[in-house]
């Protein structure tokens, strides 16, 4: 099996040749800058400087050289940026900050920083609807998004990757905290569910806009879409199942639709933590592949949502512990980790192996490649004599 053929076998629940595995093919499996240069150290590789597929989280793009002892089965592709928008990093003593393209200010400390926070979200202030109408949304067909994307999208083809087509801007309850703040959103659905309603309805049509060209764009060339929302956080829902069923599940059933009505490839969906309650109707929605599968979150045992959800999910993450054993344990206990997630979520397929969300700066590399090393060993054997 080539890469793309092993991912497929796993997304139609069939027993590839080895657990697949994904490293880079998102922004929420990838790698912090400083654990990529601990790690090209680590294997012996040469400094290279080091090139950014995140700017935010500070995520590294991967290099042909760790690419090759590394041997990921997925590939990313990512719009560029608008050709309206000039990203400019300004110094503000102790910080760099920049706004991006929605008005939302990010900040990174210059010493000690590893990646940039929100400082300032440009909807704070609005108290009506009529005030969401004017503000100035961004363009989602701006051409600077779209420009190269079906040549990188083929080219990834070639090699005989999976291709994975990431979206403009994060989800729609994401948004609407981005945009209004933390301590307002959680007051809008409480107060003003009409602007709730209303904002999510703006930022789910932005989405459409821009997922219809996209698809054009790279054709039959993508096999995975990504999205991404948080809304759990590690001991329950950050809004209620009840809110989430009345608000979010008709905007996704929206979102999820249309993009199974422009492609025939998979919708995955990136969402943290307790999330157990409403995993069953993002499938009615039409999911398709859930992420990061956060084992350490309550209700989440990786062998009960297998048996739960198997029949209907991908689980693409939920390999090693990002949390605490990653960075913490020894690379004996990291091991075990992997061995016990491969173990729960391998059989039958419907599993890619990824660490639950990006490995952060302060993963050892020899942690890193205690993972890497545990997954060729039993993700190999996960399927018995076929491997």
């Given at each position: 099996?080539?890469?793309?053929?092993?991912?497929?076998?796993?997304?139609?629940?069939?027993?590839?040749?080895?657990?697949?595995?994904?490293?880079?093919?998102?922004?929420?499996?990838?790698?912090?800058?400083?654990?990529?240069?601990?790690?090209?150290?680590?294997?012996?590789?040469?400094?290279?400087?080091?090139?950014?597929?995140?700017?935010?989280?500070?995520?590294?793009?991967?290099?042909?050289?760790?690419?090759?002892?590394?041997?990921?089965?997925?590939?990313?592709?990512?719009?560029?940026?608008?050709?309206?928008?000039?990203?400019?990093?300004?110094?503000?003593?102790?910080?760099?900050?920049?706004?991006?393209?929605?008005?939302?200010?990010?900040?990174?400390?210059?010493?000690?920083?590893?990646?940039?926070?929100?400082?300032?979200?440009?909807?704070?202030?609005?108290?009506?609807?009529e005030d969401l109408r004017n503000y100035r949304w961004p363009d989602p067909l701006d051409p600077g998004r779209f420009a190269g994307l079906g040549e990188r999208a083929r080219a990834l083809?070639?090699?005989?990757?999976?291709?994975?087509?990431?979206?403009?801007?994060?989800?729609?309850?994401?948004?609407?905290?981005?945009?209004?703040?933390?301590?307002?959103?959680?007051?809008?659905?409480?107060?003003?569910?009409?602007?709730?309603?209303?904002?999510?309805?703006?930022?789910?049509?932005?989405?459409?806009?821009?997922?219809?060209?996209?698809?054009?764009?790279?054709?039959?060339?993508?096999?995975?879409?990504?999205?991404?929302?948080?809304?759990?956080?590690?001991?329950?829902?950050?809004?209620?199942?009840?809110?989430?069923?009345?608000?979010?599940?008709?905007?996704?059933?929206?979102?999820?639709?249309?993009?199974?009505?422009?492609?025939?490839?998979?919708?995955?969906?990136?969402?943290?933590?307790?999330?157990?309650?409403?995993?069953?109707?993002?499938?009615?929605?039409?999911?398709?592949?859930?992420?990061?599968?956060?084992?350490?979150?309550?209700?989440?045992?990786?062998?009960?949502?297998?048996?739960?959800?198997?029949?209907?999910?991908?689980?693409?993450?939920?390999?090693?512990?990002?949390?605490?054993?990653?960075?913490?344990?020894?690379?004996?206990?990291?091991?075990?980790?992997?061995?016990?997630?491969?173990?729960?979520?391998?059989?039958?397929?419907?599993?890619?192996?990824?660490?639950?969300?990006?490995?952060?700066?302060?993963?050892?590399?020899?942690?890193?490649?205690?993972?890497?090393?545990?997954?060729?060993?039993?993700?190999?054997?996960?399927?018995?004599?076929?491997?």
């Amino acid at each position: 099996m080539n890469a793309r053929q092993r991912v497929w076998a796993a997304l139609n629940h069939q027993e590839p040749d080895r657990v697949p595995f994904d490293l880079g093919g998102t922004t929420v499996t990838s790698i912090h800058v400083t654990a990529y240069r601990n790690l090209r150290d680590y294997l012996g590789l040469p400094p290279v400087e080091v090139r950014l597929a995140d700017l935010v989280e500070q995520l590294a793009e991967l290099d042909d050289d760790v690419a090759s002892q590394l041997q990921p089965d997925c590939g990313r592709v990512a719009p560029g940026l608008a050709s309206s928008y000039e990203r400019i990093l300004r110094d503000e003593g102790d910080y760099v900050v920049f706004a991006d393209e929605w008005g939302i200010d990010w900040a990174m400390p210059k010493q000690g920083g590893f990646f940039y926070d929100m400082v300032g979200h440009p909807l704070a202030g609005a108290s009506s609807i009529e005030d969401l109408r004017n503000y100035r949304w961004p363009d989602p067909l701006d051409p600077g998004r779209f420009a190269g994307l079906g040549e990188r999208a083929r080219a990834l083809r070639r090699e005989g990757k999976a291709v994975v087509l990431a979206p403009h801007c994060v989800g729609p309850t994401e948004m609407h905290a981005f945009l209004r703040g933390w301590t307002q959103y959680y007051m809008d659905f409480a107060l003003n569910p009409r602007l709730v309603e209303y904002l999510l309805d703006q930022i789910v049509d932005l989405k459409l806009a821009y997922w219809e060209q996209a698809l054009r764009e790279v054709g039959d060339d993508v096999d995975v879409v990504v999205e991404a929302d948080d809304f759990a956080g590690q001991q329950r829902m950050l809004i209620s199942p009840k809110t989430f069923r009345t608000i979010l599940k008709p905007r996704y059933a929206r979102l999820f639709g249309f993009i199974h009505d422009h492609t025939s490839a998979k919708l995955f969906l990136h969402s943290c933590g307790a999330m157990h309650a409403v995993i069953g109707d993002l499938i009615d929605c039409g999911l398709d592949i859930l992420n990061p599968v956060q084992k350490s979150a309550t209700g989440m045992d990786l062998g009960e949502l297998k048996r739960e959800f198997g029949r209907d999910l991908v689980f693409w993450g939920g390999g090693v512990d990002t949390q605490g054993v990653f960075a913490s344990g020894t690379p004996d206990e990291i091991r075990e980790d992997v061995r016990q997630s491969i173990e729960a979520l391998a059989p039958g397929g419907g599993f890619v192996f990824a660490t639950i969300h990006n490995t952060q700066a302060n993963v050892p590399a020899e942690n890193f490649c205690a993972m890497w090393e545990a997954l060729q060993t039993y993700g190999a054997t996960a399927y018995g004599a076929g491997a």
